[in-house]
């Protein structure tokens, strides 16, 4: 995937449910989500990411990663993030949550 032209994206409310395109979890009516639309090679296309995803998604991107819409679970695993020394590691440079690392890569927790 090459670098969208036109590029937008906005936090929504849900008027209907949606599937989150990264962890596939169900977005619901009333809540927020994040909307991102743009051109790829001349298609336009958008995408829906629950808060939690697009959080990590944004975090990735302004560290200067280049994760994929639909692909940022892959991306984090090959970037050694189901390692749990660089998954906190991560979580605590980028300021986002480690469970919502977890919740994304669908990890088992150690207890
Ligand atoms: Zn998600």
Not at 9 to 15: D, I, N
Not at 22 to 46: A, F, K, L
Request: proline content about 5%; overall charge negative.
């Amino acid at each position: 995937m090459s670098v969208p032209s036109a590029f937008r994206s906005v936090v929504r409310k849900a008027r209907k449910t949606h599937k989150c395109c990264e962890c596939c979890e169900v977005i619901n009516i009333g809540d927020q989500y994040q909307y991102s639309s743009g051109i790829w090679d001349g298609e336009p296309d958008d995408y829906k990411q629950c808060l939690n995803c697009g959080e990590i998604f944004e975090a990735v991107t302004r560290d200067g990663g280049e994760p994929c819409f639909t692909q940022l679970r892959d991306y984090l695993f090959d970037s050694d993030m189901d390692h749990p020394d660089q998954l906190l590691a991560f979580s605590k440079k980028m300021g986002v949550d480690a469970d919502a690392v977890v919740r994304l890569m669908d990890l088992e927790v150690p207890s």
